[in-house]
């Protein structure tokens, strides 16, 4: 199966910054990738498919790069409700396998 | 809008089978666009694939499980379910339910997750 590892574990930004988040896979993914953000006692909300796709409802601050095997998700300008764990997936290779996460704090 | 709600036991023994259900309500469960997922995540670990079922109730499940886990469908009550046998205490773990999106491309299918419930935290413990 393709492992996927986030860089880095935690991020410790600003309100106002732009946030940076790496995921590589073991392997070439193509463009199937997936962004989640999840917070505590909330359901996972999906952010980005396709590797570059905002879902529906998602807004334009938050923004995905990569193919193949290396990806960013970046946050332009974090706003409070951005503080959140968030971790990738990918789809292109069966079974789906998911990064461990980055922590995104103040 | 689309809600998944996982409902079960949040205690299990060991040995013993681990059985959740999860119910969907604002869209059918028999839509040919979906298929339906289940997520674990144990604490303070990346999530999980467990498996997936179609609304006809064809079903993949994860190498890692396959030997131990049965999803199942029930369209009359747009509900699917997980069963887990044979649980040990790596088996704990928030369990999710999901959403997948089903699209064909250059030859084959695949699926992404799009909603999640909120997830059942299931405790294996005697």
């Known amino acids: 199966e393709i492992m996927m590892t986030q860089s880095p574990d935690t991020l410790s930004v600003s309100p106002g910054e732009r946030a940076t988040l790496s995921c590589r896979a073991s392997?070439?993914?193509?463009?199937?990738l997936a962004w989640y953000q999840q917070k505590r006692g909330q359901a996972p909300k999906l952010l980005i498919f396709g590797a570059s796709t905002r879902a529906t409802g998602i807004p334009p601050r938050f923004s995905g790069s990569g193919s193949g095997t290396e990806f960013t998700l970046t946050i332009s300008s974090l706003q409070s409700e951005d503080f959140a764990l968030y971790f990738c997936q990918q789809y292109d290779n069966w079974p789906p396998t998911f990064g461990q996460g980055t922590k995104v704090e103040i | 809008q689309v809600q998944l709600q996982e409902s079960g036991p949040g205690l299990v023994k060991p040995s013993q089978t681990l059985s959740l259900t999860c119910t969907v309500s604002g869209d059918s469960i028999s839509s040919d666009s979906y298929s339906w997922s289940w997520i674990r995540q144990p604490a303070g670990k990346g999530p999980e694939w467990i498996g997936r079922?179609?609304?006809?109730?064809?079903?993949n499940y994860n190498p890692s499980l396959q030997s131990r886990v049965i999803i199942s469908v029930d369209t009359s009550k747009n509900q699917y379910s997980l069963k887990l046998s044979s649980v040990t205490a790596a088996d704990t773990a928030v369990y999710y339910c999901?959403?997948?999106?089903?699209?064909?491309?250059?030859?084959?299918?695949?699926?992404?997750?799009?909603?999640w419930g909120k997830g059942t935290t299931v405790t294996v413990s005697s």
């Open positions: 079922v179609s609304p006809i109730g064809s079903t």
């Open positions: 999901a959403r997948d999106i089903k699209f064909w491309s250059a030859g084959d299918y695949y699926y992404y997750m799009d909603v």
């Open positions: 392997q070439s993914v193509s463009s199937n």
